[in-house]
């Protein structure tokens, strides 16, 4: 299952998966007059491409990160037996950590 999260700065959508909620696994961001919306996969072979409207462009991100696990041969989508990444760790540790301030 993908979550999204919108940068209200930037207006760039990153989307996340349930093994590592921490990590981009890819985007969505409008570019140029008129607006055309670029998409990149972060895993695998690190695809990309332009659509015409968000929701197509979404679902060519979805689609190549089908491939993606297609490709590594798990159609375990639960994400149970995956280990999150060392990043995810470290930023999660650093979210626990308590916040001291002078």
């Given at each position: 299952?993908?979550?999204?999260?919108?940068?209200?700065?930037t207006?760039?959508?990153?989307?996340?998966?349930?093994?590592?909620p921490?990590?981009?696994?890819?985007?969505?961001?409008?570019?140029?007059?008129?607006?055309?919306?670029?998409?990149?996969?972060?895993?695998?072979?690190?695809?990309?491409?332009?659509?015409?409207?968000?929701?197509?462009?979404?679902?060519?991100?979805?689609?190549?990160?089908?491939?993606?696990?297609?490709?590594?041969?798990?159609?375990?989508?639960?994400?149970?037996?995956a280990?999150?990444?060392?990043?995810?760790?470290?930023?999660?540790?650093?979210?626990?950590?308590?916040?001291?301030?002078?």
């Amino acid at each position: 299952m993908l979550s999204k999260s919108r940068c209200p700065y930037t207006g760039v959508v990153n989307y996340f998966t349930d093994r590592d909620p921490l990590l981009a696994v890819g985007s969505v961001a409008a570019t140029g007059t008129p607006p055309r919306y670029v998409w990149r996969c972060y895993v695998g072979d690190e695809s990309s491409g332009l659509a015409p409207d968000m929701s197509l462009a979404e679902a060519n991100l979805r689609r190549a990160l089908a491939a993606v696990i297609d490709q590594r041969g798990g159609n375990d989508r639960s994400g149970e037996t995956a280990r999150a990444s060392r990043a995810a760790a470290y930023w999660r540790k650093l979210n626990d950590a308590p916040c001291f301030r002078p």
